[in-house]
């Protein structure tokens, strides 16, 4: 035994051979085994055979774990994967202009030393938080101004915003309120040797009552005496018409507009050829399946997170196929796996095809659902549905209460001798629909008043049920609804 | 005994005033009147708090709160000092020190161990448990690898991200996920996979959306902190690169759709961490609703949850029948048939799984009281499900009063008489007076019967107005009017 293990552990770790020989020099049996087991792995007890079984593989454990790393990961893939994560990038491509107004308007009023407001507006995942964050890295501008960024998601409500900004700026407040914040704030302003960069993150959450906090930043930026550049961004574009319409009043409260139009087809593919290369990986992506994508999403959105997230969904699909094709080889030639395995592998790049397969997982919702409704969409709540539908074709009265509904559903069942569920757990049948986004519930103060309304197309449910036969039964029933 | 004797005096002093010669007198005499509470044992000292627990553990009562009470037994013992080196104890330090975290609760221990299960009904019966997870999950492999592979990946590229997993109740989610991520714990402690932690919250836990903040800090750290707080700290923590950290954060966020409120700035921040460049964090949210980030999400959180999504379809029956079967594994109590049948009839109304054991279990109980100690038979089952899908509507009605029977038919003549489904309580009392001349009824009154639908009411077989009692009160009927029928003419 004791031998047995001393070759092992030496066989193990060669760099701990030395300490391992001068402890058997030296220590009684079972200290020693103590040793043996610590240099090891130190959950497992070394003394079953299954376990030294296990350690006679011709690998060690150092070994192992780097041939483990190279089939969970192949290099490509994960820098792939890496590239296109959604952090915000180093290069813009395709905001070239935005970049440059951005800077121009910053740089400008730094120069004038004049106070001045911008909005900056666009659907989401655009690139302006982004772009903003780009240019307050560069040197020229972060060193000539004090950047305070907040997003105004993270503030408890929108007049603690002052307190927040006080913090930023290291003012000393007299008062704790948010009146005393705000003097703090003023009286730092006029007094203070560098420009302020104040850029608010989703602004539109500052909303207030009589929009008192939104008049009062924005008033501050017009007045020359202080000296603070305000950039705000929110999604909406006509944010501050619609809630800030006194702005209008007079010439100089009225902030810039900047608009960030969603990508198009042709900036989605910049994006990526450029992400790609930058890891030295573009050859994973075939043109026509970029073109494909951007394609969809340009159409769509324009949003370019959504584009990014199926590329990468894209590659990770095609990573997992790859190494399960290569867990399959391994267990096929085991002889030959250690040598081999690296020379093997050859990179598969994403086609068109993979690309059009998570495009439709995507937008397709309900045709994905068809795919494996069938066998596991319950038998109760397919009858649920055909009623709802024999009511809508059928009948006179269109609306729908879960009373009527159950009435009808009743009906159905008991002509066609399928056990009936009474109120209480039709009830929760239909909340259980309501969960696949078939239909709709409107809340009434009792269960049995509450409204339903079908969310889908007709047609379209009907192309998800499948079941035909059933389903053309109950359509033509024309007896089950009575005279209502 | 100096106190001892001075309890004795004060108390005889009150009761007689004056004459304190001839009280001391008779109290050293030991001639008393007045009660003791305790017998004192002089030669053998016992603390309060001993006494207390020798009380408990001989009377089986639990420790009586009433201050007075504790006064009057222990009265006469002399209260030990408590020792200087001690912490202290008072209720706002103990506070102290489970807001830091130093103190775990922990709960009374039984005083008798559980007797073990011998019977195999009640060998199967704990494990038809729904608390009993098993090690790996049937029927899931699929989602299981799928999650698998996301986290793998995740955490091998060293980047955080989101993912949506969503299923109808008892469709196995929370369970795969938390199987997935043990494997992934026990996979980092042999050092395959990097470090990380991990963190889960739950919305339904949380008394308000903000709350999951305190509540992330508390399993990082340890301490409980005001949600203020652990936001600022959250927030230094994620977007500021100064640290060198930082493990990777796996955070699970279970009812995601209890987390979203109207400003929806929790889950915003939740998933817009993942996205900043520094952390790793990777969020998987978990909700019932196939598509909540479009219905009850805002644009930009969608736009930050992204695509990675998940559906767990609801069990079919042959996947139900392998999860019980699985269950039983090691007992032959159930009869194959019985367990197919339970599955069919689960598989066709929900397909969640969490009913089928229930059943299971119910119709376990039911053999058991029936004195059969090892099969479970198709009446069984039956019989258990009978139970579970029953109908006590209609036994209500059944067991109506008369009166409140002609109601109910009152009503119902009165919606196919005017097709409407709301009723007037003026109405529905013409048609039951005709109605009791029909059947040589006396003629009610007015508030009787207002007295019998409200009582109807109370009892949810009639929807009625809260506000007035009087003849314009609206009424509905709460069961279909063939269950009315039925119940009735079965008499």
Known sequence: ?484 | LTCRHKYFYYESYSESEGDSDKEEKRIITGKRKIKTPVKYNADTYISPRKALKVLEHEAHVTPVKNKLLQKEIFSDIKTPKTPKNSPKCTPKSTIKLIREGTITPKVQSRSKAIQSENTPLKKARSQLHVSYVPSNLPCREKEYTDILNFLEGKLFDQCGGCMYISGVPGTGKTATVTSVINHLLAASKNEELPEFQYVNINGMKLTEPRQAYVEIVRQLTGKTITWEQAQNTLEEKFMKKTKKMKLPIILLVDELDIVCTKRQDVVYNLLDWPTKPSTQLIVITIANTMDLPERLLMNRVTSRLGLTRLTFQPYTHKQLQEIVTKRLVGTDSFNPDAVQLVARKVASVSGDARRALDICRRAAEIAELEGNETLVTMSHVNEALKAMITQPKVRAIKNCSRLEQYILQAIISEVERTGVEETIFSDVYKMLTSLCVLNGFNSVSCTTALRAVSKLGACRLLLIDQKCHDLDQRIILNVSPDDVYYALKEE
């Not at chain 1, 889908?456 to 499948?466: G, M, N, P, R």
Request: net charge positive.
């Open chain 1, 1 to 484: 035994m004791k031998q047995v293990f001393r070759v092992l552990s030496s066989f193990h770790t060669p760099s701990k051979r030395r300490s391992g020989h001068a402890k058997d020099d030296l220590a009684t049996p079972p200290k020693q085994r103590k040793a043996a087991n610590d240099e090891n792995t130190p959950a497992v007890s070394p003394s079953t055979p299954v376990v030294l079984l296990e350690r006679l593989s011709l690998v060690g454990s150092e070994e192992k774990k780097s041939q483990r790393k190279l089939f969970a990961e192949n290099g490509v893939y994960q820098s792939a994967r890496k590239a296109l994560h959604s952090t915000y990038p180093t290069s813009m491509p395709g905001r070239e202009k935005e970049l440059h107004d951005l800077k121009d308007f910053i740089l400008r009023h730094l120069h004038d030393g004049s106070s001045a407001t911008l909005y900056v507006s666009g659907p989401p995942g655009t690139g302006k938080t982004a772009s903003l964050n780009l240019i307050l890295q560069e040197e020229t501008v972060s060193s000539e101004l004090k950047d305070i960024y907040i997003n105004c998601t993270s503030i408890k409500s929108s007049s603690s915003v002052f307190s927040k900004i006080s913090k930023e700026l290291g003012v000393k407040t007299n008062g704790k309120g948010e009146k005393g914040c705000m003097n703090a704030i003023e009286t730092y302003l006029k007094v203070n040797h560098k420009p302020v960069l104040l850029v608010l993150d989703e602004i539109d959450q500052l909303e207030s009552k009589n929009q008192s906090v939104l008049y009062t930043i924005f008033e501050w930026s017009s007045n020359p005496n202080l000296k603070l550049i305000l950039i705000g961004i929110s999604n909406a574009l006509d944010l501050t018409d619609r809630i800030l319409p006194r702005l209008q009043a007079r010439c100089e409260l009225k902030p810039k507009l900047m608009h960030f139009a969603p990508y198009t087809k042709q900036q989605i593919v910049e994006i990526f050829t450029n992400r790609l290369k930058s890891a030295g990986v573009l050859d994973i992506f075939s043109p026509v399946a970029i073109q494909m994508l951007a394609g969809k999403v340009a159409a769509v959105s324009g949003d370019v997170r959504r584009a990014l997230d199926i590329g990468r969904r894209v590659v990770e699909l095609v990573d997992r196929k790859k190494s399960g094709e290569n867990m399959l080889k391994s267990i096929e030639n085991l002889a030959e796996e250690l040598g081999v395995a690296k020379t093997v592998q050859k990179m598969e790049t994403v086609d068109l095809k993979q690309v059009i397969n998570v495009l439709n997982n995507v937008y397709g919702t309900s045709q994905h659902l068809s795919d494996d409704i069938d066998d596991s969409f319950p038998l109760q709540q397919k009858i649920v549905v055909c009623s709802l539908l024999l009511i809508l074709k059928k009948a006179k009265n269109k609306d729908v209460t879960i009373g009527r509904l159950h009435d009808i559903y009743r009906k159905v069942c008991l002509k066609r001798n399928i056990q009936v569920v009474d109120q209480g757990e039709f009830v929760s049948l239909c909340s259980l629909i309501e969960t696949r986004g078939i239909m709709k519930i409107i809340k009434k103060k009792d269960p049995r008043l509450n409204k339903i309304s079908l969310m889908w197309d007709e047609e379209e449910v009907a192309e998800a049920l499948k079941d035909k036969q059933l389903m053309s039964m109950i359509l033509q029933d024309d007896e089950c609804l009575g005279k209502l």
